[in-house]
């Protein structure tokens, strides 16, 4: 799956590189003009916890919605890079340029977030993805970190080849942030008010991918090297 195995090094030019940042860019102001619709709906007096129900079918709607939006990442993704984890890379960073241009439009659009550490439903899937802003901004700069990474290493012939251990370690690593989002089903499920922020499950997670993205880096970077 990497380029090491009889394919040429992969470049990934400026013109690609600036269509990406546009496709992103874009697609965060569509995401965000549809949110605006959104809270006008079901917040006209301006978002806010504890939130309020919605109706299953609306639900069932916002839920297409933001798996669409995961679809179009990976799409753009497998058709910007040919390799898996170049794919994988660029997936990455489009998905953070996203994420944090989402929250500047809808800065623009809204004057909202107030601060950094408003709260903000973030996913839906599987259950209700709550957090202050700040934190998916920090998981988006890291992704935007560790793809570019990844496509310097692989865009100049090296090989980035994870063992079990290191996607063991980052797996880990992405539950835990997921866990710090999920855990407080009162005030997702219950519609009460949310509890403190588990700030050190975000940041365990985060120490554990850059972990495992540093080890599998230095380690096949080294020539002839395995990936065992």
């Known amino acids: 799956m990497d380029n090491s195995k009889g394919d040429l090094p992969e470049k990934t030019g400026g013109p690609r590189i600036v269509c990406l940042v546009l496709f992103s860019v ?6 965000s003009a549809v949110v605006v619709y959104l809270r006008a709906l079901h917040y006209p007096e301006g978002f806010g916890f504890p939130l309020v129900p919605i109706e299953p079918g609306r639900a069932v709607v916002e839920i297409g919605r933001e798996l669409s939006t995961l679809a179009m990442l990976v799409a753009v993704a497998c058709l910007a890079a040919r390799t898996f984890y170049r ?12 994420d944090i241009f989402y929250y500047f439009w809808l800065k623009v659009l809204l004057d909202w977030p107030q601060s950094l550490l408003t709260w903000d439903v973030l996913f839906l ?19 935007i970190i560790g793809g570019w990474l990844i496509l310097r290493r692989t865009g100049s012939g090296g090989r980035f080849a994870p063992n079990w251990r290191e996607w063991a370690i980052d797996l880990g690593g992405a539950l835990l942030i997921l866990l710090s989002y999920t ?3 009162e005030a997702t499920l219950s519609f009460a008010m949310p509890r403190p922020y588990r700030w050190e499950l975000l940041l365990v997670g ?5 972990y495992a993205l540093a080890r599998s880096l230095l380690r096949t970077g080294k020539p002839g090297e395995g990936c065992g």
């Open 206 to 210: 985060l120490a554990a991918g850059y």
């Open 26 to 31: 874009a697609m965060a102001y569509l995401e």
């Open 125 to 143: 899937v599987p259950l209700p993805w709550i957090g202050p802003v700040l934190s998916p901004l920090l998981v988006s700069v890291s992704l």
């Open 183 to 185: 855990c407080d089903l």
């Open 87 to 98: 794919r994988f890379a660029v997936f990455c960073i489009t998905f953070g340029i996203w």
